[in-house]
C-alpha cells in the first residue's frame, strides 16, 4: 500500500519561503502525475498545484508565481517551494494525485504569521 509522508512545514512570517516535501512508499511514484493540496481551518481542502509524470506543472491562481512544485523520481518525493507567503497561505498541507488515489496522510502544517 502506497503511503504518503508530508514534510518541511513551520511558522514562517510574511514574504517568508518554505520548502515542502512529500516522501512517496513504493517504486511507482513516477508514474504517476502529482499534486499539493491545502486545507485551512474551516474549509475544505483545495488543490494547490499539479506535476505531471514528465515534469509539466499547473498552479491555483492564489499561488501562481509564488509556488513551484517539482519531483524527484529517484528519490520518490514530490516537493512544493513556496516563497512571498501571505496569512492566506496558512492552511495544512497534503499531497496526492489528482484524483486522490491514495490514502491521505497526515500532511504538514503552514502557519504564515507575524
Known amino acids: 500500500q502506497v503511503q504518503l509522508v508530508e514534510s518541511g512545514g513551520g511558522l514562517v512570517q510574511p514574504g517568508g519561503s518554505l520548502r515542502l516535501s512529500c516522501a512517496v512508499s513504493?517504486?511507482?511514484?513516477?508514474?504517476?502525475?502529482m499534486a499539493w493540496y491545502r486545507q485551512a481551518p474551516g474549509n475544505q481542502r483545495e488543490w494547490v498545484a499539479t506535476?505531471?509524470?514528465?515534469?509539466?506543472?499547473n498552479y491555483a491562481a492564489s499561488v501562481k508565481g509564488r509556488f513551484t512544485i517539482s519531483r524527484d523520481d529517484a528519490k520518490n518525493t514530490v516537493y512544493l517551494q513556496m516563497s512571498s507567503l501571505k496569512p492566506e497561505d496558512t492552511a495544512v498541507y497534503y499531497c496526492?494525485?489528482?484524483?486522490?488515489?491514495?490514502?491521505w496522510g497526515q500532511g504538514t502544517q503552514v502557519t504564515v504569521s507575524s
Open positions: 506535476i505531471t509524470s514528465s515534469g509539466s506543472t
Open positions: 513504493g517504486s511507482i511514484f513516477r508514474m504517476y502525475n
Open positions: 496526492n494525485t489528482p484524483s486522490g488515489l491514495f490514502k
